[in-house]
């Protein structure tokens, strides 16, 4: 009963907020868990994937390191233009 009360209280940014926490937490506490094995290996532990061994060269990650800002720039002009194109609730549809 309470939920789609919620639903209608007009806080929908505050209720996404809410869910995009909750799944950042999940994937963080599962990551600080795993650390630092990404993928345990059952044959033997030398051969389990960990951090030190699953990163990049250091000349690759400079690299990424430049280029993020840019990336990022380009996603997020994106996703503005996508939410704008899309603005606005859908409603039902209308029975003739």
Do not use: C, Q
Not at 10 to 39: E, K, Q
Not at 45 to 63: D, R, Y
Not at 72 to 79: D, E, G, K, T, V
Request: a positive charge; aromatic letters at 10%; charged letters at 10%.
């Amino acid at each position: 009963m309470g939920a789609p009360r919620r639903a209608r209280s007009g806080r929908d940014g505050l209720h996404f907020l809410g869910s995009a926490t909750t799944l950042v937490g999940l994937l963080a506490g599962g990551f600080g868990l795993l650390y630092p094995d990404l993928l345990h290996s059952s044959v033997a532990p030398e051969h389990s994937l960990t951090v030190e061994n699953s990163a990049a060269a250091p000349h690759g990650l400079a690299i990424a390191l430049v280029w993020f800002p840019f990336a990022l720039a380009l996603s997020i002009a994106y996703f503005v233009v996508v939410l704008r194109g899309y603005r606005g609730k859908v409603g039902p549809p209308s029975v003739d």
